[in-house]
């Protein structure tokens, strides 16, 4: 691991401790641990208990602002991504998580682990996940509406000019409709360029779909009846001579999941389906591709908040990030 005594004030922390001696005599003594070790310790902590250890010390407080210790603990995330759950309850809104799951059994429970609570004076929606941080859209009572990024974990804010588009390996991907037909818009952050892709009618009916990210390529899933037991994935890929050639696939699940949406595709090749609101009991569907198998995963610790049945926003591939936004 990379030494570190060049960007902390001292290259050895000093913590005190009580030892029990068989006399029944209590000593206090010290013990030196190397910053290196003292970091190797704080990235097996969970990410709710970072805040806590901020107020041990300065010198604890400093390490854990590090770039260095914040872009190792977003690696470490990266191997264990999770499900996050947002919703309104009360005029508070609530932040939730659980494991994403890799090898489902046929039927699995989990529990959400919850985060910062923020208090609103109107209501949200929750629009795009980037990451560690969530933007949403707060509407006040006035019904003026004000952009916001927030970090679960950390509990801060922020405000931000009006966001239109989602950002996917440098591409910003979104669905636009003219008079007669839809299109997916592609903007290149690079290059600040942008370029359009009809939809092909024949693949999707576009409006409805989710744009996903499978094995590299650009597609969509969609419902394609209104009991919604069937799914149609599609993707579109360029050829040498810049032609777009499309392709999709029907999967027809086992059950209806009418009162469910799509939320988006693992990396696993699972396609989760999340309900529209908080039911009791909780659960999320995956639906794996290559296996054609539907997976039931039940998400327990909402139990207090399913009286009003709140709209629940969920998404895939959240990763914890603890870097505070004085620092971005």
């Not at 641990?33 to 990410?47: C, K, N, Q, W």
């Not at 919703?87 to 609530?94: A, R």
């Not at 440098?170 to 359009?196: P, T």
Request: some cysteine; hydrophobic content about 40%; aromatic content about 14%.
């Amino acid at each position: 691991m990379k030494k570190l005594k060049q960007i902390v004030s001292a290259d050895k922390l000093t913590i005190s401790r009580r030892s029990i001696q068989p006399s029944n005599v209590e000593r206090q003594y010290t013990e030196l641990i190397p910053v290196d070790l003292l970091i190797d310790i704080l990235l097996r902590v969970p990410s709710k208990s970072i805040a806590w250890c901020r107020c041990v010390s300065k010198s604890w407080a400093n390490i854990l602002r590090l770039p260095y210790f914040t872009e190792l603990f977003l690696r470490k995330s990266l191997n264990h991504p999770h499900l996050l759950f947002n919703f309104v309850d009360d005029g508070k809104l609530y932040f939730f998580s659980a494991p994403q799951t890799q090898n489902t059994v046929a039927y699995s429970s989990l529990v959400a682990t919850r985060y910062h609570t923020l208090t609103l004076k109107g209501f949200s929606e929750t629009r795009y996940l980037l990451q560690g941080l969530v933007c949403f859209q707060y509407w006040r009572r006035d019904y003026t509406m004000t952009p916001m990024v927030c970090n679960p974990v950390t509990g801060e804010f922020i405000t931000l000019p009006e966001m239109k588009a989602t950002l996917q390996d440098g591409v910003l991907y979104y669905l636009a409709a003219s008079e007669v037909d839809y299109m997916i818009v592609c903007f290149n952050v690079r290059s600040e360029k942008f370029s359009y892709i009809k939809i092909d009618d024949e693949s999707t009916t576009g409006g409805a779909c989710t744009l996903i990210n499978y094995e590299g390529k650009l597609g969509g899933v969609e419902f394609t009846d209104i009991d919604r037991r069937n799914l149609r994935l599609w993707l579109v890929e360029q050829d040498h001579a810049g032609k777009y050639k499309w392709s999709s696939n029907i999967y027809e699940l086992t059950l209806s999941l009418a009162n469910f949406y799509i939320v988006g595709m693992t990396g696993a090749s699972d396609i989760v389906l999340s309900p529209h609101h908080l039911l009791d009991p909780f659960y999320v569907f995956y639906y794996n591709v290559e296996r054609k198998a539907l997976t039931r995963v039940e998400i327990q610790g909402f139990q207090k908040f399913k009286r009003l049945r709140p709209r629940v926003y969920t998404f895939q591939d959240y990763l914890e990030d603890v870097k505070l936004m004085e620092c971005l």
